[in-house]
């Protein structure tokens, strides 16, 4: 696990740290004023990590890659239109070699091997895009979107069961998350991470951690942040 945050002086840097060690780098940054959305992914093998990030040019996409091996930066340019990344989903699923960010209203797919588009893929539930996270379900690209009725503010668990065809997006479950009388309604919260278990990292207005378990209908909340 590692996470990724922004220095500013003279010179922009980027501080990778990793919690599970304490350790952490810093790289100098020379793009990062344009950033839109970004992925960790991996080469050949674990320890070949690489941040990948989309940098906003009009029609155009300036995809950076930083081997964080090496310190070093490649560029390449790619054109995806009519797309727009939500920055508030800024963080794309690692699988398999490729990246999948949530963008308008569909899933741009990057080939990391190639650092190339490879293919915009439909939503399970279209109508549903604002609130639409993108995760892994036991080594399966997975969504959870809002269902359909206005009045549940429930959610659906999606999972593709081959990846990279969109026909084969398959329904779960669905759930609320039902955390009892201090949390009314599913709105009161913010889905953060999804785990490949199952299991959900969100955060409630008071800035609490929850895991909730979709599969076992059950949450346990952790000190606030």
């Known amino acids: ?19 599970s060690t304490g350790k952490s780098c810093r790289v100098r940054d020379p793009n990062s004023s344009s950033c839109s959305v970004y992925g960790f992914a991996y080469g050949k093998t674990l320890c070949d ?3 990948v990030r989309f940098r906003k040019d ?7 890659v930083l081997s964080v091996k090496t310190s070093t930066w490649s560029t390449s340019e790619i ?14 699923t690692f699988l398999n070699g490729f990246l999948y960010w949530l963008a ?22 279209p109508r549903s895009y604002t609130n639409s996270h993108l ?35 398959s329904k779960v479950c669905s759930f609320t998350f039902g955390l009892g009388v201090d949390h ?8 953060l991470n999804i785990m490949d278990d199952g299991r959900i990292i969100i955060v409630d207005t008071s800035s609490n951690l929850i ?3 979709t599969l076992k209908r059950s949450y346990k909340k952790l000190n606030a942040i």
């Open 1 to 19: 696990m590692a996470t990724l945050t922004h220095e500013t002086s003279w010179f922009s840097h980027i501080v990778l740290y990793n919690p």
């Open 211 to 213: 895991i909730y378990n």
């Open 49 to 51: 990590l690489k941040i």
């Open 79 to 92: 054109t995806i239109p009519d797309t727009i990344f939500y920055e508030d989903k800024n963080v794309g």
């Open 135 to 169: 995760g892994t379900l036991h080594g399966r690209l997975c969504m959870i979107t809002d269902t359909n009725n206005i009045l549940d503010s429930g959610h659906d668990l999606w999972v593709m069961k081959e990846q990279g065809v969109e026909k084969s997006w």
């Open 58 to 64: 009009k029609g155009c996409k300036n995809c950076d």
């Open 104 to 125: 308008s209203t569909k899933i741009v797919v990057l080939n990391i091997k190639k650092i190339d588009v490879v293919l915009e893929i439909n939503l399970p539930n």
């Open 184 to 191: 009314i309604t599913d709105h009161h919260y913010r889905i």
